[in-house]
Structures are given as C-alpha cells and as structure tokens.
T-cell receptor
Framework: SQTIHQWPATLVQPVGSPLSLECTVE??????LYWYRQAAGRGLQLLFY??????ISSEVPQNLSASRPQDRQFILSSKKLLLSDSGFYLC????????????FGSGTQLSVL | GDSVTQMEGPVTLSEEAFLTINCTYT??????LFWYVQYPGEGLQLLLK?????DKGSNKGFEATYRKETTSFHLEKGSVQVSDSAVYFC????????????FGSGTKLNVKP
C-alpha cells in the first residue's frame, strides 16, 4: 500500500533562518506531488505541485521554493523565513489521473518567531 | 480561475441534529468535486466525491449531490454524532487541469452531546 511521510511534525525557526521540509511517498511511482499551506483560520492554499522529477509549478509568488530531486521526494525550502511563513504545511500526492483524489501527509506546524 | 466557496463556521449542533454545509464552485467545464474531513490532530482525508453532474457521493452517513445548475455540492447528514466534530473542506479538480486541487476555507463543525 502507499504511504506518505512528512517531517518534521513541528518546527520553530527564527526570522531570517533557512527552511527545509521533506516529504516522501512509498508504494507508488510517478505520483503528482503537492505542497499546501493552512494558515490559522484560513483554508488550504496550494503552493506548489509537481507532475515529475524537476517539474515544479508555483501557484503563488512568495518566499518559498520547491524541488523534486527524486520521483517520490518533494522538498519545500526557503533561504530566509518571514513571520508570515508561519502555518501548517501539508504535503500530498495523487496518482495523477482524472477524478483521482489527494492523499495527505500528517503535516508540519511551522512557527517563525 | 477555478475556486470553491463554502460557508463560514464554526457550526455548532446538538447530537442527532441535521447538518448542512454549503459549498459552491466556479470552474470552466465540469470539475470533479470532493469533501475532505480533518479530525482533531489528524491530517485531511477524503470523505466523499462526485465526478459528474447529478452524481451523489456518500460515506459514513454523509451525502453530497453534484448540482450543475446551481454549481453546488452541499454536504448533508441526517443525524450528526459527537464523533463528527471536525473541519470539513470542499474541493474541486479539473476538468482541464486535473492535476490541480483547489480547496475552500473549511468549516469547523462542533457537535455537542
């Protein structure tokens, strides 16, 4: 069966520090991969998605970037965190076919202080 | 662009009450529609989905009907339980880019015994 791993679960970082969140998927090949952010009191905002290695689509211009160095690995990064980057970050994958659903990781709670 | 609008919460109900959470969408063509649920301390998981007009998705006593004429996908349950307390997200994907999933802002449901 397929599983998705996302870490760390919680992270407290100072303003201006770098960020690296990692997500890996097991049990499937060539998945579509996604990063979402859930800010307090707000819904899910699509940040990045990827349909293949090295292919990244950015939905919202911001202080973050994403990379997909391997088929089942998706990394969310920042060179210098801002206060506004605080939130709950969710990684997700889908089989990449019409009408298929998303499978979510357990999320990372990021607090930038 | 594609988007989802759902009623703001929180919604507070007594056990065995009838639940409706409204969701409307904006999309080109006929997207697939989903309801996801996030229980306290857990990640998002698919609750139900519908992929074409007049389809009814159902799961765990919850139902939602894909209404093309009103561009709606309202979530209903005839008798809620305390264990249904969670945040509910309406979402859509496609049809022209089924790789993207857009979510509403989420509706928190509190069910009191």
């Amino acid at each position: 069966s397929q599983t998705i791993h996302q870490w760390p679960a919680t992270l407290v970082q100072p303003v201006g520090s770098p960020l690296s969140l990692e997500c890996t998927v097991e049990g499937t090949s060539n998945p579509n991969l996604y990063w979402y952010r859930q800010a307090a009191g707000r819904g899910l905002q699509l940040l990045f998605y990827s349909v293949g290695i090295g292919q990244i689509s950015s939905e919202v211009p911001q202080n973050l970037s994403a990379s997909r160095p391997q088929d089942r690995q998706f990394i969310l990064s920042s060179k210098k965190l801002l206060l506004s980057d605080s939130g709950f970050y969710l990684c997700a994958w889908s089989p990449g076919q019409v009408n298929e659903k998303l499978f979510f990781g357990s999320g990372t709670q990021l607090s930038v202080l | 662009g594609d988007s989802v609008t759902q009623m703001e919460g929180p919604v507070t109900l007594s056990e065995e009450a009838f639940l409706t959470i409204n969701c409307t969408y904006t999309a080109t063509g006929y997207p697939s529609l989903f309801w996801y649920v996030q229980y306290p301390g857990e990640g998002l998981q698919l609750l139900l989905k519908a992929t074409k007009a007049d389809d009814k998705g159902s799961n765990k006593g919850f139902e939602a009907t894909y209404r093309k004429e009103t561009t709606s996908f309202h979530l209903e349950k005839g008798s809620v339980q305390v264990s249904d307390s969670a945040v509910y997200f309406c979402a859509l994907s496609g049809p022209y880019n089924f790789n993207k999933f857009y979510f509403g802002s989420g509706t928190k449901l509190n069910v009191k015994p």
